[in-house]
């Protein structure tokens, strides 16, 4: 077929200590790359991997309780020496891959901390996806859509060889706004790159990794490629850390995925991008992209989280519980 696009995706779970300081992201960056190296040879002989996601952390988690801890002992610019490791076995192998998560300073917002994701591919790094929604209270880095002037794209798509691809980083999923943006923006293919824990996880009573990643492929008829931490306890406390990485196609089907529970894997699922572009062109019903009322929804008109402007380059646990409290009263008001 003309124009076809087909291809496997391989989503790498990890189970890797966190690193402390910037030396020991090395280490990380060498099991992903011997991860690559498997997943490409694994599919070698099938449809070949053009597509690979690492998960949230697998770099190097917001562990410190600061954002100075943070800034003084594992953020760095991008691009760094393990971006560039990347864009080598893009190279090598002809491939894309959604980057680990990592902590990034930026000159041009200095005092920031972003959780950043790279893609990555033959030409070198394509965009960077810097977490609009952390995980507060805990999360105490920046979301670029707090600093006053920000003027990058808070969601950016890339237009590649394999589809248009945009990501977005664990919790910003539960905020059904974000990945309908990326849609917005073009994305086919929405790579979900994340450290989901227990109980919040793969299997019942909740599930809502599952239940999540499947809403929002039915809801913005786009593949869904969703990495998930795989670290055991001793790695990541104090939470527990269940995998269950898995793809999702356009209509909520899940083609691949790990078993739930801690550990490495590495998952391998096809990707038609050319039915779903078919999909999306020729469907009239269950197309709510199309059938999108945008004026209808006035939550969108007033301003909600923070509630009030505040210096985001100086947050704690505690600062982020303060700021909560705020926008509960506000929005109980």
């Not at 779970?13 to 060498?30: A, G, I, K």
């Not at 690979?52 to 594992?74: G, M």
């Not at 793969?202 to 809403?215: C, D, S, Y």
């Not at 009030?308 to 505690?318: C, F, N």
Request: aromatic content about 10%; proline content about 9%; overall charge negative.
């Amino acid at each position: 077929m003309e124009n076809q696009i087909r291809y496997s995706v391989a989503v790498c779970q990890t189970d890797m200590p966190n690193p402390l300081d910037r030396r020991q992201m090395q280490r990380n960056t060498d099991r992903m790359l011997a991860m690559i190296e498997s997943a490409v040879a694994g599919a070698a002989p099938f449809l070949p991997v053009r597509l690979i996601v690492f998960p949230e952390f697998a770099h190097a988690a917001p562990i410190y309780p600061t954002l100075a801890e943070l800034r003084e002992k594992l953020a760095l610019p991008i691009p760094n020496e393990q971006t560039e490791r990347l864009v080598e076995a893009a190279r090598a192998h002809a491939i894309y891959i959604q980057s680990g998560s990592m902590l990034e300073i930026d000159p041009k917002w200095p005092g920031a901390v972003f959780n950043t994701t790279c893609l990555i591919g033959p030409e070198g790094i394509l965009y960077k996806y810097r977490k609009v929604n952390p995980w507060i209270p805990y999360e105490v880095h920046t979301s670029p859509h707090d600093l006053d002037g920000y003027d990058e794209p808070l969601f950016p798509v890339a237009n590649t060889p394999i589809g248009k691809i945009g990501c977005a980083i664990c919790y910003d999923w539960l905020f059904p706004e974000t990945i309908r943006q990326l849609a917005a923006n073009g994305a086919e293919i929405l790579i979900r790159v994340s450290a989901y824990m227990d109980p919040w996880g793969a299997t019942e009573p909740m599930a809502w990794w599952t239940v999540i990643n499947r809403a929002r492929a039915i809801e913005n008829i786009g593949y869904v490629v969703a990495a998930n931490q795989g670290a055991s306890l001793r790695h990541y406390p104090p939470y527990s850390w269940p995998g269950g990485s898995q793809v999702v196609d356009f209509d909520g089907r899940v083609l691949a995925e790990a078993s739930p529970g801690p550990g490495e894997r590495i998952v391998v699922a096809p990707v038609d991008v050319s039915a779903l572009r078919h999909e999306r062109a020729t469907r009239m019903g269950h197309h709510m992209l199309a059938h999108l009322r945008t004026e209808a929804y006035t939550v969108y008109r007033s301003h909600v989280y923070p509630a009030r402007r505040t210096d985001p380059t100086g947050l704690s646990y505690e600062r982020n519980c303060e700021l909560i409290a705020e926008t509960k009263k506000l929005v109980a008001e």
